[in-house]
């Protein structure tokens, strides 16, 4: 029986901005390209093809293994952020199909790693973790002999140095656990599928890689043989489209098939239509490089650069196939692949994001947290999307919200959203996003709850100001200071013993007459039948007169207001109780 080929296993390299994710491939590739980024921060996606012929001779601890290795080598993905990390997808799931979580093991998880658990969670992605930086640890000491095993690094280190780091590597799995993953150092595994895997190392002295790699081997082999199958057509996903000089290139990654320079290809666009084109410039990457070298032809797994023919856009973390004039079938394929995961329902918020595996997984995340969406898109919120979430404050105000992940708002329609109408929330770190997303809807349904409450009962306090009297009777014009809730029009005052004083007819501030008066606003305002010298002359608070069921209903729903409120409403009832003692018990 004939055995199957199989593929590189293609591993996202993931984590926090500083944490060693591109030290890491350097040290494999025994490169440094590190020092030449920008503030030491990934510019590029870095592919790295490593060869298992390499990484037998640099990391003879595999033959440890004790088998008998098919897979040809690693396709490993250095990602600078969650778009180029989300924009790795493919129908089903993650198109990595392992990947390595890098964590500095002196800092812990971050607000980066947090999200980058979320997605790997999501898209069902398994992972190992690198505890990097160990070297940092105090006191630790590098032995210089090949032969000690990692296990054995660690055991040998002086006894504060062993229980600083046993702390470090306990709390990071608490943390861990809080996500749902149970995990533990490698070599204390038994069975591997059911935790996750935490490898110590240091790039700098490379203690650890070694291990890395055995383990990364091990996985491989034992979980993703079926997986790393290679199939006949050409698939593919383009990660990113960079500019050269005049040329624009389509970085992408190859996971099936082969693709040759002759081929014409069918690339999808927003609403999964494919487009043909033919292939300029067929570039793939060198083995332990990061350079490009032309090619006929290459084989799946593979990252390549791509110069189309045809010029049209090209949207990241889009789907790409060999074009063999079945257009339909190709059409289908897209369709699925890419609306699947954009399912939007008959009402709720707008939602926005800079490329599609980011749109998949804000979606995800906004379905899990029971976040409605009506209308799903890629690019910047535009005037559009203003006037959809506009539309919802009549259907229902929790929904007169977009929601941006990783973009900005249209540069020519700068005040959009200004109105107050419609929230516009943007956030780079998609939790942060979803956690405003719930902080926001939760206080408008507080908001709402409270206006209806309200609406039937106002809650206000006022402070008279005595050196405002500007009429002592028929009506009464005085000045007032609203210490709590509001003042408005019609309703009806008592003073400190409960005793009645009359409606608001009228209210000014700054000699306009207005509506309501909100805390803290210094007003005038008119009662009839009121005589201020007889009545008001020894007071200094004024209350609104409250029906005992309104009291009983306020109370009941005082979730909704304030501590200044709910204070209020007690002192009222204190000042009610001098007249009826049992007044609203």
Known sequence: METKKIRQPIVAVVGHVDHGKTSLLDSLRGSSVQTGEAGGITQKISFTLYPIEQLMKFFPAINKLGISLKIPGFLFIDT??????????????????????????????????????????????????VLNKIDNISGWKNFSSQDIDLKKRVELQAINVRQNFDEKYLTLIGSLNSFGFDADLFYNISDFSKKIALVPISCRTKEGLSELMMVLCG???????????????????????????SM?????????????????????????????????I???????????????????????????????????GMPFIVFKNNLEEIEKIFKKEILENIKTQKQGIIAKADSLGSLEALLSLLRENNIPVIKAGIGQINKTDIASAKANLKINPLDALIAGFNVSIDEDSPNLGKSGEVKILTEDVIYKLIDNIKKFREEKRKKIEKEKLLGLSILCKTRILPQFIFRNTKPAIFGVRVETGKAISEIHLINSQGEKIGRI????????????????????ISIPGLNFERQLKNETFLYSDLLESQFRNLKKNKDVLSSSEISLLQEIAEIKRKQKSDWGL
Do not use: C, W
Not at 108 to 126: A, D, F, R, S, Y
Not at 238 to 243: A, C, D, H, P
Not at 507 to 513: C, G, H, L, V
Not at 519 to 524: I, R
């Open 80 to 129: 600078p952020g969650h778009a180029s990390f989300t924009n790795l997808r493919k129908r089903g799931g993650s198109l990595a199909d392992l990947a390595i979580l890098v964590i500095d093991i002196n800092e812990g998880i971050k607000p980066q790693t947090q999200e980058v658990i979320q997605i790997l969670k999501m898209n069902k992605t398994p992972f190992i973790i």
């Open 219 to 245: 996985l491989s082999q034992k979980y993703l043989e079926k997986r790393l199958e290679v199939t006949e057509d050409g698939k593919g996903v383009i990660l990113e489209i960079k500019k050269e000089k």
């Open 248 to 280: 624009s290139f389509a970085e992408s990654i190859l996971y099936s098939g082969t693709l040759s320079k002759d081929d014409k290809i069918a690339v999808a666009d927003i609403e999964g239509k494919p487009r043909a084109t033919k292939i300029r």
């Open 282 to 316: 067929l570039e793939e990457i060198v083995p332990l490089s990061f350079k490009f070298q032309p090619k006929e032809k290459v084989y799946a797994a593979t990252g390549m650069r791509i110069q189309f023919i045809e010029k049209f856009d090209i949207l990241p």
């Open 505 to 524: 007819k009228n209210i000014q501030s700054e000699n306009k007459s207005v509506s309501e008066a909100s805390q803290g606003m210094e007003v005038a």
